[in-house]
């Protein structure tokens, strides 16, 4: 075979839309396997726009799903985090108690024993 040519991959015919995973798109798949079969009548018929409602229709339905998808996303990962936080603050509140009392204490005897903050930061007294 010349290097010109190129190989063409076969499309597999029971999977019209490789690119979208079914699992995902469910409530799509009727629209998915309309347009399939209006595609398959002809070249006329996508020539003609006669599909065109049905891969509107499709389009809609996709974009509607994966919105939902994304906005479900995003819930979970706000309530994810909050978790986190609230681990962080409860550990924060284990190792130097209610309101960081103990890291304040702890920085206070810092700055009277070396004259300046534990950041290098001089003390306001200088």
């Known amino acids: ?46 020539a003609l726009g006669r599909c065109s409602s049905l891969r509107q229709e499709l389009n809609m339905c996709l974009d509607q799903t ?10 979970r990962k706000k309530a994810e985090r909050k978790k986190f936080e609230e681990k962080k603050k ?14 304040k204490v702890i920085e206070k005897e810092y700055e009277m024993k070396h004259g300046k903050k534990p950041d290098g930061t001089p003390t306001s007294n200088e």
Not at 16 to 44: T, Y
Not at 90 to 103: A, P, Q, T, V
């Open 1 to 46: 075979m010349p290097s010109s040519e190129k190989k063409v991959p076969k499309q597999d015919d029971s999977q019209l839309f490789p690119e979208v995973d079914e699992n995902n798109f469910m409530a799509c798949s009727s629209l998915m396997r309309a347009l399939d079969e209006c595609q398959k009548k002809g070249f006329i018929n996508k």
């Open 66 to 75: 994966t919105q939902a998808r994304r906005r479900r996303k995003i819930i």
């Open 90 to 103: 409860k550990m924060f509140e284990e190792e130097y108690g209610k309101d960081g009392y103990l890291k």
